[in-house]
């Protein structure tokens, strides 16, 4: 994950909700692996979104030496644009153009249309751009937009009730708390600004997951940042979610496990809210080069019960601190962090039972 911060392990869900929830068999979910892109390392934190039947990859970070950072290794930032063609079994990747800037650790929207990019950053700055990226005949398009009125990595970003959400996240590489803030785009207006809605009760969230049913705005998981007595970032992992109707937040139910860096926005089918993977925080602390990786398994909202059921493994290796892209029936994880400090240059297509 993108390590600015050191890890603390705080994930008290509560034993008597944990155990009371279920956990149901994952062959509901079936994963196939897609072309991989042509990076021997593969890219955290990159933007994506699928336009037609194209499948655009920007930006992200790695360490393309292969050196660990516990080991001095360094992190780079990418600006390339890599395009796939969805609708073709033989299609292979190719290089289609480059972002304004090295970037990562942002946001995707995607719409009909249009991917709409927001934040990111890099090693000394998080901005807060903001561009919308079009694909027309085999060429990238990219056109700002109104900049957010903050900088901001590390956020969470869904589209409910025709407006962007914006919440959390880091306005500095090296913050020592995590914004609570919550920014609003509507896209039904055509001169809209952003504007500053209700922020996050308690206390501010990065690396959370987004997602949105009919009735509400969900913010699930995540982490809180605190300084400790040597004014480093410590991370307490918040196993809770959280909605927002449209004026304020309320908690919502607690989740069975801690779901950090959980790919995002979470996935919406059918009524269901989908979280997948994630760092539980089983193994904060642990030696990382014996990291066994994250969570396999699926956290999926029962809205009649309002509990959160955990799914059983799935038979992958799930990345967090990656991109989710619906596509069609399909949800696809694009790249990621397997483990501490590396990546993979896969991207996995998930399928639900009907």
């Known amino acids: ?80 644009i890599f395009a796939l063609d969805l609708s073709k079994k033989e299609s292979t990747w190719r290089v289609v153009g480059t972002l304004p800037q090295a970037n990562g650790y942002g946001v995707s929207i995607q719409r009909e249309d249009e991917i709409i990019f927001i934040g990111g950053g890099n090693m000394t700055e998080n901005f807060s751009h903001v561009a919308s990226i079009r694909w027309n005949e085999g060429k990238v398009t990219i056109t ?46 055509a001169d809209a600004t952003w504007k500053e809605a209700a922020p996050l009760p308690k206390h501010g969230l990065m690396l959370a997951t987004a997602g949105a049913t009919n009735e509400a705005l969900w913010v699930i998981g995540g982490c809180s940042l605190a300084a400790d007595a040597d004014g ?17 937040w309320e908690r919502g139910p607690d989740l069975p496990r801690c779901a950090v860096a959980a790919v995002s926005p979470a996935w919406q089918r059918k009524g269901d809210l989908l979280v997948v993977g994630g760092d539980d925080g089983a193994q904060v602390g642990k030696d990382p080069e014996k990291h066994q990786g994250f969570c396999k398994t699926i956290m999926r909202l029962d809205e009649t019960s309002q509990t959160w059921i955990e799914e059983d493994a799935l038979d992958a290796v799930l990345p967090v601190t990656a991109p989710a892209v ?3 029936e399909t949800y696809l994880l694009i790249s990621g962090e397997i483990r501490p400090g590396v990546r993979t240059p896969n991207i996995l297509e998930l399928t639900r039972k009907p």
């Open 326 to 328: 619906k596509h069609g």
């Open 1 to 80: 994950m993108h390590r600015s911060t050191e890890s603390k392990l705080t994930c008290l869900v509560g034993i008597a909700t944990a155990s009371a929830l279920a956990v149901v068999s994952a062959q509901e979910t079936s994963v196939r692996a897609l072309p991989a892109l042509p990076d021997a390392h593969g890219f955290a934190g990159s933007f994506a979104g699928v336009l037609g039947d194209t499948l655009l990859v920007a930006g992200g970070a790695n360490f393309p030496d292969g050196v660990m950072p516990w080991k001095g290794g360094k992190k780079v930032w990418h600006d390339q």
């Open 144 to 189: 700002p937009w109104p900049a957010l009125p903050m900088t901001c990595a590390n956020a969470c970003a869904v589209i409910w009730k025709n407006h962007i959400h914006v919440i959390g996240g880091l306005e500095k590489p090296d913050s020592t708390t995590a914004s609570a803030r919550h920014f609003t785009f509507d896209l039904s207006s």
């Open 232 to 248: 480093k970032a410590v991370r307490t992992y918040q196993p809770y979610s959280w909605t927002f109707d449209g004026k304020s």
